[in-house]
């Protein structure tokens, strides 16, 4: 029997929901697979209030000039500076070498060399992907961005739109990402600062880029990739002291991630296809399509619509909080490299380094920062709601979420 046009892009609407949820349920979950605490119901309601506010001021905006909403929202690059031009040709080159490489992007504790076996390893690839790479820097170096898609075919929701639109190239962004921490790791382990930070930069980049993407998968990958880069980032910085010249393009390209209307901007797209597809099914083709579904499984459909948008406003809040935590550690590096202190407040970055003290978003006060014995560590406090001091070792060297997202730097 021929599924009704309904029908089809519902399902299509909720196969998509599926994947994005496999995708934040991976995001949500720590290295060893065991979840993290729950959020604080009222952090949960600080979040949503936001999110709901900017979603309803788009749909504003959307009913006078939807069109001049997309264009502002995704200009076209000048001709010959878009890197998403760039990228494309990387991409293949990328997905291809990966294959049988292993997973050599793993983390060695800061304080140890990375073993002779791993670093043969990580050379050997790197030199497979030498014109990958060459392409990748390319790219960073290009400050537009726009993947080619056709918005009229993307927003109609046309096959030939999804088969060949942003959700093709997000294993690639993935996997250009991983190539370019596996970088910043070798230049690193080798003492190169120079070239681990020109590795830092490109990997920032590739995830800046990918922030303007209209789609909330390609969003959900370009999380898992950046706290991937700001893993590697932080590992950078604690092995190694890097000028300023070395800091100052990580400080800016990290400024430039700081973009909470990206993850907003996907999910509104998103919502107004969903309602696009609704508003354009006859009377006929709606009460046929939900004529054969029963009330418990609507009910578990709209149960997993509603844990679908809490982990959505949770995981754009851990984004932001992320962004914002590197960004502030490196500014109080800069700090420390042209004074030769650390400073005491972040206030002291003000405004030499930071234009302000970034707001954590999971209560709207300004980031967290702590001196150590050793070092300091910059901190959000988390969906918990609660201060919890923040000092809980490195990304890479915590085996569950701690309920602080901490970027620690201890030299």
């Known amino acids: 029997m021929r599924m009704h046009r309904y029908s089809a892009r519902i399902a299509c609407q909720f196969l998509a929901l599926a ?48 069109d001049g909403l997309i264009k502002r929202w995704y200009p076209e690059p000048p001709p010959k500076e878009n890197a998403a031009e760039t990228y494309e040709l990387a991409f293949p080159h990328v997905l291809h070498n990966a294959k049988g490489s292993g997973n050599l992007s793993r983390f060695f504790p800061a304080s140890l060399r990375v073993p002779s076996w791993a670093r043969f390893g990580i050379k050997k690839r790197l030199q497979k992907d030498d014109e990958s790479l060459k392409l990748l820097h390319d790219a960073a170096a290009l400050k537009h961005y726009r993947y080619p898609i056709d918005f009229a075919q993307y927003l109609q929701g046309s096959p030939a739109q999804t088969a060949q639109g942003p959700l093709n190239h997000t294993k690639a962004l993935r996997e250009s990402a991983r190539l370019l921490c596996l970088e910043t790791l070798y ?53 190694c002291q890097l000028n300023a010249e070395e800091l100052k393009p990580l400080s800016e390209e990290l400024q430039e991630l700081d973009a909470p209307e ?63 935590t590197a960004r502030t550690a490196v500014a109080a590096e800069r700090f420390r490299v042209a004074r030769g202190k650390l400073p005491e407040t972040l206030d002291e970055l003000v405004p030499d380094f930071l234009e302000s003290v970034p707001v954590d978003p999971f209560d709207g006060n300004s980031i967290r920062y702590k001196k150590l014995s050793r070092g300091f560590v910059v901190y959000s406090i988390g969906k918990n709601g609660k201060d919890d001091g923040g000092d809980f070792g ?18």
């Open 19 to 66: 994947i994005a949820f496999i995708g934040t349920a991976c995001y949500s979950h720590d290295g060893n697979g065991q979840t993290t605490s729950p959020p604080d119901p009222k952090v949960l309601e600080y979040l949503h209030a936001r999110f709901d506010a900017e979603l309803a001021g788009y749909s504003q905006e959307a009913k006078t000039d939807f």
């Open 394 to 411: 490195l990304m890479s060297e915590q085996r569950t979420r701690p309920p602080d997202l901490t970027f620690m730097i201890r030299r």
């Open 262 to 324: 990206a993850y907003r901007r996907a999910e509104f797209l998103g919502d107004y296809l969903l309602k696009a597809n609704l508003d354009s099914a006859t009377k006929e083709e709606m009460r046929d399509s939900v004529a054969n579904v029963d009330p418990q499984t609507l009910a578990s459909v709209e149960a997993f619509r509603k844990e679908m948008r809490d982990i959505t406003v949770i995981n754009d809040a851990e984004m932001l909080a992320f962004s914002r």
């Open 187 to 239: 230049y690193t382990d080798t003492g190169d600062t120079q070239s681990a930070a020109k590795a830092g930069y490109a990997a920032l980049a590739l995830c800046s880029a990918a922030a303007t993407e209209p789609d909330t998968l390609s969003q959900l990958t370009r999380a898992a990739a950046q706290l991937m880069v700001f893993m590697h980032v932080e590992d950078m910085l604690n092995r």
